[in-house]
């Protein structure tokens, strides 16, 4: 069984930083791919970041520089760097890790954390 378990969240000001941190386990085979994803009220879920076994790293193009994805120590923790922070970054965080990486990129993966909130004010 595989657990994500998000942390990190938080209310912030426009321009301002926050870290989010994923820890994950369970079954090492299963969280080889990862990423964040995000969801605001009323929209649909969409990939932030992903990050490949093999240290590949997509973000989405709203992203723009501002943030970072990368594992920890041991591979088992997904931190998301996020500098610059708009508003519209307002959302539910959502961890997610599948044996393939192309599950990660279009959502289909298997599995899910339940998510942290992040609330940014202007």
């Known amino acids: 069984q595989v657990q994500l378990v998000e942390s990190g969240g938080g209310q912030v000001q426009a321009g301002g930083s926050l870290k989010l941190s994923c820890e994950a386990s369970g079954m090492t085979v299963a969280i080889r791919a990862l990423a964040w994803f995000r969801q605001a009220p009323g929209k649909q879920r969409e990939l932030v970041a992903a990050l490949s076994p093999g240290g590949t790293t997509k973000y989405a193009e709203f992203v723009e520089g501002r943030f970072t994805i990368s594992r920890g120590n041991g591979r088992t923790v997904l931190h998301l760097q996020m500098n610059s922070l708009k508003p519209e970054d307002t959302a539910r965080y959502y961890c997610?890790?599948?044996?393939?990486?192309?599950?990660?990129?279009?959502?289909?993966?298997?599995?899910w954390g339940r998510g942290t909130q992040v609330t940014v004010s202007s």
């Open positions: 997610a890790a599948d044996p393939a990486w192309r599950s990660v990129l279009i959502g289909t993966n298997d599995y």
